[in-house]
């Protein structure tokens, strides 16, 4: 069989330029756009007003790795409480950006509480509900001019949900003319684009430079979330952020997302991501913060975590033994990794894998850094260890949990500390 004249490669495409945003925070700002890495954004879903319950949200989100915080502000109350939840979170050292969501009387909220607009680190404005007419372009000036006054990132985020009913006309209206009309599918895709991309020169005319404007245009359907933002890089070098809305509940919001920002993070467009499921009873909201690592950390775009590989079993693999040691260990790798990320640097990036039979259990596990591979059902429990391809020892008795775990403790210090790199 003859070889090929170009060898196979992998890897992602590269990023899409848009123009770089810095978000203002207490150590360091929070870069989104032109070098900057995708950044992982998520939202509360606690009335901002209970100061208690939000505190505690936002801190479990950042503990998750949400390194942007979305916050509603929708009443005077909400407004009035952004400053003490601030102020909290700073006590107890959580310096979280937080991003301030206005709807409908934004404007009235930032102009009456200076402290709430101050406070904030970014506002997200949606340009279909600002107001109507003549209201709408002084409302919508206003908040910009607030965002100037206060230098503040804007984010300016269209929803199909709750489009400019006079612009979509218009837009419909001009789609009408054609000799040969767009279908309607096409003049949505259009209405969107448009209302972020005036919306944005609207801003631009009132002062806002550039470099403090993120367009988003969100969608529920995947083709149409697609198609719409392909659309939008194409027309402007705004930094974007991307997000399927009303995703929907469980597997399904995580799939759909995935599906849809995979494809357009491969073509390297979106500069921030949030992953918008519906949280199922009893869940934590900072599940839609490790689905957004996850998808990332897959696709080879950033590492937050070192993570397992595991196979799905099989007839060899009929015990839960594999099983327990594979969801084990990824939990004791998440929940080192906020000592780990600061003591062992890199680490993040370590691959490790956890097999159920000799099958391909040896092989996979010699292509991790460490990687445990159990003999298969019906047999002694047992498991070969594998460090850097190489076989280290064999692992023998009921807690195999705990030895593996004290193995990859042990590769962990000696590969990333400080002793280790000066080596």
């Known amino acids: 069989m003859k070889l090929e004249d170009k060898p196979i490669s992998s890897g992602s495409a590269p990023r899409r330029k848009t123009l770089a945003v810095a978000i203002p925070g207490k150590e360091a700002p929070v870069m989104i756009g032109g070098a900057a890495p995708v950044v992982v954004q998520s939202m509360t879903n606690t009335d901002t007003a209970d100061v208690e319950r939000t505190v505690q949200q936002v801190m479990e989100l950042a503990e ?66 600002v107001g109507i007419g003549e209201n709408r372009d002084s409302q919508f000036a206003t908040m910009i001019e607030t965002a100037r006054r206060y230098e503040k990132p804007v984010r300016i985020g269209v929803n199909w949900g709750s489009l400019d009913q006079a612009l979509l006309k218009r837009i419909m209206d001009d789609n009408a003319a054609r000799a040969t009309p767009w279908p309607v599918e096409s003049v949505m895709y259009e209405a969107l684009v448009t209302s972020a991309l005036e919306s944005a020169a609207q801003a631009e005319a009132l002062g806002m430079p550039a470099e403090r404007i993120i367009l988003s245009c969100k969608v529920s359907g995947v083709q149409d979330l697609i198609a719409v933002y392909r659309e939008l890089s194409r027309r402007c070098d705004y930094a974007l952020h991307l997000g399927l809305t009303e995703a929907g ?95 062992y640097p890199g680490v993040e990036g370590m691959n490790v894998a956890v097999m159920g039979c000799i099958v391909n259990g040896p092989g996979e596990s010699q292509h991790a850094n460490i990687g445990i591979s159990l003999p298969g059902n019906g047999e002694t429990p047992m498991a070969m260890v594998f460090e850097d391809g190489q076989r280290k020892t064999m692992l023998r008795g009921d807690n195999l949990d705990e030895q593996f775990q004290a193995m990859i403790l042990k590769y962990v210090q000696s590969h990333y500390g400080k002793d280790a790199k000066a080596k």
């Not at 390194?67 to 003490?84: D, F, G, H, I, S």
């Not at 839609?288 to 950033?302: C, D, H, I, N, T």
Request: with cysteine; charged share 15%; glycine share 8%.
């Open 64 to 129: 998750a790795g949400s390194e942007l915080v979305r916050v509603t502000v929708n009443t005077p109350a909400a407004a009035q409480a952004v400053p003490l939840i601030r102020e909290q979170l700073d006590a107890a050292g959580i310096h979280v950006p937080l991003i301030g969501d206005f709807h409908f009387n934004g404007h009235v909220l930032l102009q009456d509480f200076p402290d709430c607009a101050q406070s904030l680190a970014k506002y997200r404005i949606n340009p279909g509900n």
């Open 249 to 343: 509940v469980g597997s399904k919001g995580i799939v759909a997302s995935a599906a849809a920002l995979s494809v357009l993070l491969q073509e390297g467009i979106g500069d921030t991501i949030r992953i918008s499921i519906t949280p199922e009873p009893g869940t934590s909201r900072a599940r839609e913060v490790v689905v957004a690592q996850e998808l990332l950390q897959s696709m080879g775009l950033r590492h937050f975590v070192p993570m397992v590989t595991s196979c799905p079993g099989c007839g060899r693999t009929s015990s839960t033994l594999f099983q327990e040691l594979a969801s084990n260990t990824q939990n004791y790798l998440r929940e080192q990794m906020p000592v780990w990320k600061t003591r």
